[in-house]
T-cell receptor, first 112, second 115 residues
Framework: QKEVEQNSGPLSVPEGAIASLNCTYS??????FFWYRQYSGKSPELIMF????GDKEDGRFTAQLNKASQYVSLLIRDSQPSDSATYLC????????????FGKGTKLSVIP | SAVISQKPSRDICQRGTSLTIQCQVDSQVTMMFWYRQQPGQSLTLIAT?????????ESGFVIDKFPISRPNLTFSTLTVSNMSPEDSSIYLCSVGVAGGPNEQFFGPGTRLTVL
């Protein structure tokens, strides 16, 4: 049974701070890792993916992957109230499969 | 990324009836999926919609309850049959785009309430 674990939160950070969202996964053979943002009442929106160990930066977002520790994280710098949403971590097992296993999500609240 | 639409966006249905949800993509895509997201929960994969063949269902989901069609590379339907209040959920279709890291993009979802 492939599992993806996230702290459900809520995670509250002040505006302008760094928000750190964490995710662990059970399938050591997992290949690709995704972060989706989901606003209340909306569908998930892909914000980042990563498949190599290390950091990947895109604007205010940085994804970090450590396959040895089976750990992936998302950092949001200069957090804004508009970043308030639930962040879903998703993992793909690779080997040509498109299937994703989702975590339960972390609810982030950025306080003005 | 592909533009994905779903119909209806929401519906309120009576117990015992069926509802068919449509998913339309503006370009041909390799993979299409159907998910369920129950209130306050994450996404659960129902099935992979295969073009020209029967869908591949995940554990706990069966064809009699959730029949799926995929007549071409841009369209799929999911039917929720013989509904009960436990089927109240958001149903989402997603597409997988070839050539990338196997990411998926989601449609806007269908919010279903069963009375």
């Amino acid at each position: 049974q492939k599992e993806v674990e996230q702290n459900s939160g809520p995670l509250s950070v002040p505006e302008g701070a760094i928000a750190s969202l964490n995710c662990t996964y059970s399938d050591r053979g997992s290949q690709s890792f995704f972060w989706y943002r989901q606003y209340s009442g909306k569908s998930p929106e892909l914000i980042m993916f990563i498949y190599s160990n290390g950091d990947k930066e895109d604007g205010r977002f940085t994804a970090q992957l450590n396959k040895a520790s089976q750990y992936v994280s998302l950092l949001i710098r200069d957090s804004q109230p508009s970043d308030s949403a639930t962040y879903l971590c998703a993992v793909n097992s690779g080997a040509g499969s498109y299937q994703l296993t989702f975590g339960k999500g972390t609810k982030l609240s950025v306080i003005p | 990324s592909a533009v994905i639409s779903q119909k209806p966006s929401r519906d309120i249905c009576q117990r015992g009836t069926s509802l068919t949800i449509q998913c339309q993509v503006d370009s041909q895509v390799t993979m299409m999926f159907w998910y369920r997201q129950q209130p306050g929960q994450s996404l659960t994969l129902i099935a992979t919609a295969n073009q020209g063949s029967e869908a591949t269902y995940e554990s706990g989901f069966v064809i009699d309850k959730f029949p799926i069609s995929r007549p071409n590379l841009t369209f799929s339907t999911l039917t929720v049959s013989n509904m009960s209040p436990e089927d109240s959920s958001i149903y989402l279709c997603s597409v997988g785009v070839a050539g990338g890291p196997n990411e998926q993009f989601f449609g806007p979802g269908t919010r279903l309430t069963v009375l």
